[in-house]
């Protein structure tokens, strides 16, 4: 084996463009030879001379594929790890392009609903009729359930502290105020996000993999007016009506443990929340859950028509799609809130 590298040294100082070796007459062959070989290959790709080999038995072919010579042969790949910045720059930059979708996703939904029907392109009703549907009927239940738990809950916490002043029929003040001013609307917002962000995203998600969005821009149907002003209206208009429900429902909770617990009729509970209550504050309620819904429809439908990767995207933009509805949901109520202290 030394002689061999001897001679492939010798003729590789010549330049050619190529070497054969020739290893027909090799009878045996162990890991030393192995290595002659390889160190042979590795001086040729060195200097530039491409190395052929030829000859080479069965049991030769079988021992080169087992090792993987030509993975020895190759230089190492060295994998450089970026620096700060440009790793918070890849995490930072996705948030920035969801973020952006979203506005231009919301501004277009706007356009199509309110200018689209004067430029002969009205909301869908057959579409619409289907999305609501599924965003209003279905919730019904839970919905219910959780205003129902949420008045007894409010109604409970509030007993335990009024009664140390004798002032039990003040429960009425807080379960009203909390749950028409922030719980119903919020809570609503949460279960939609939920429910029918996470569905309009991976609905939407499925169509892009599949590339049913695609046929229907090629058979000249709009899918913003088509799919997207018809989910976002839905949402819209169930967390509205939904919010009705709880409110509904949750003041009937708090008046039912206030008459079982704390022995006050529904005719005083009724009028202390007339007292209490006003037609700004349920008008503002209304106003802001609608708000909710629009956003939920509009996070869902955004990062659904952002769907990559298959169907590995399809389920991160499900999840993202409830994540960032429910922030979003937060902070138009933060902001709702904050302008209505400030002009009040």
């Not at 190759?74 to 890849?90: C, H, I, K, Y």
């Not at 001013?181 to 599949?210: C, F, K």
Request: proline share 3%.
């Amino acid at each position: 084996m030394g002689s061999l590298c001897t001679d492939l040294e010798r003729e590789m100082r010549a330049k050619p463009a190529r070497v054969t070796l020739d290893l027909s007459a090799v009878e045996s062959f162990d890991s030393a030879g192995l290595g002659g070989v390889v160190a042979s290959m590795r001086a040729a790709a060195a200097a530039g001379v491409e190395l052929k080999l030829k000859g080479l038995s069965q049991s030769m072919l079988d021992f080169f594929s087992l090792v993987s010579v030509q993975r020895l042969v190759q230089p190492s790949v060295v994998v450089e790890r970026p620096d700060p910045v440009t790793r918070l720059g890849a995490r930072v930059e996705p948030m920035f392009d969801g973020a952006i979708a979203i506005v231009q996703t919301g501004l277009a939904t706007l356009h199509e609903l309110f200018v689209g029907p004067f430029q002969r392109r009205p909301l869908r009703l057959d579409r619409t009729a289907i999305e609501v549907d599924h965003c209003a009927a279905g919730a019904l239940p839970i919905i219910g359930l959780i205003a129902f738990l949420m008045g007894l809950i409010l109604a409970m916490q509030a007993y335990v502290q009024l009664r140390v002043w004798g002032a039990e029929i003040y429960m009425a003040d807080m379960v009203g105020v909390s749950i028409l001013a922030e719980i119903g609307p919020l809570m609503t917002a949460i279960v939609l996000a939920a429910r029918s962000g996470s569905r309009n995203a991976a609905q939407l998600g499925a169509m892009v993999v599949s590339e049913e969005i695609a046929a229907l821009e090629q058979m000249g149907i709009r899918p913003l007016g088509f799919l997207v002003a018809p989910k976002v209206f839905a949402c819209a208009f169930a967390a509205l009506s939904l919010t009705v429900l709880f409110d509904v429902v949750g003041l009937c909770g708090g008046a039912l443990f206030a008459w079982a617990v704390a022995d006050i009729e529904f005719e005083a509970f009724a009028e202390q929340l007339r007292a209490a209550l006003s037609v700004q504050d349920l008008l503002l309620a209304l106003a802001k859950s609608a708000t909710f819904g629009a956003a939920v429809g509009v996070v869902g439908c955004a990062l659904g028509l952002r769907v990559q990767d298959g169907s590995e995207g399809v389920g991160r933009a499900t999840t993202n799609a409830v994540v960032l509805g429910i922030f979003l949901v937060i902070v138009v109520d933060a902001i709702f809130v904050t302008c209505q202290r400030m002009y009040a």
